[in-house]
């Protein structure tokens, strides 16, 4: 369900997952945003899915794995009120604006071959303790701008670094 200007809007449990802000649809195969007055270049990981599978890994979380046809996979985990706590994708090499920007409760991040992030990177995520992107050479604007918690981060390559990098942290 998601309230929506004081109105409920129903989705099947069978064919839809409402993750954060985006509604995974499981019948079509695809990642959207509600709101699309909303920009997240998240879904842009999502464009040409090939299958979807929903696990319980415990008795609050759940892994989400997505297979796509260029046979890259994505690891989603969420928590029991299906906010995303975890992210893992090892083909990604390029992240866009605005990657995840409403998520907060983003925990553990796996990308190992992302090369460059544009603006406004996790801009509200509160959880990240410690990132690792060891190929990353430029990252945007406001990058994690409101995390307070970040303790360790490890950029060995990088070579431009855009303004409020950690603002606020």
């Keep these: 369900i998601i309230i929506d200007n004081f109105e409920a809007k129903h989705y099947e449990k069978e064919k839809y997952l409402i993750i954060d802000y985006f509604i995974l649809d499981l019948v079509n195969k695809q990642v959207k945003l509600y709101d699309q007055r909303i920009e997240d270049s998240f879904i842009d990981c999502f464009k040409d899915i090939k299958k979807i599978d929903v696990t319980k890994i415990s008795d609050n979380n759940k892994l989400i794995t997505i297979i796509l046809n260029n046979s890259n996979t994505a690891y989603i985990e969420i ?9 893992k994708n090892k083909t990604l090499k390029q992240i ?26 996790l801009g509200y995520n509160k959880e990240l303790k410690e990132l690792s992107l060891p190929k990353i050479e430029e990252i945007g604007d406001d990058f994690l701008e409101n995390n307070k918690i970040l303790k360790e981060i490890l950029i060995p390559n990088i070579k431009k670094i855009g303004d409020c990098f950690l603002w606020n942290n």
């Excluded at 928590?79 to 975890?86: A, C, F, M, P, V």
């Excluded at 983003?106 to 990308?111: A, E, H, Q, R, Y």
């Design 79 to 87: 928590d029991k009120y299906n906010r995303i706590i975890s992210y």
């Design 96 to 121: 866009t604006d605005n990657f995840l920007w409403f998520n907060e409760t983003l925990k553990n991040i796996d990308l190992p071959n992302v090369l460059s992030i544009g603006d406004d990177f």
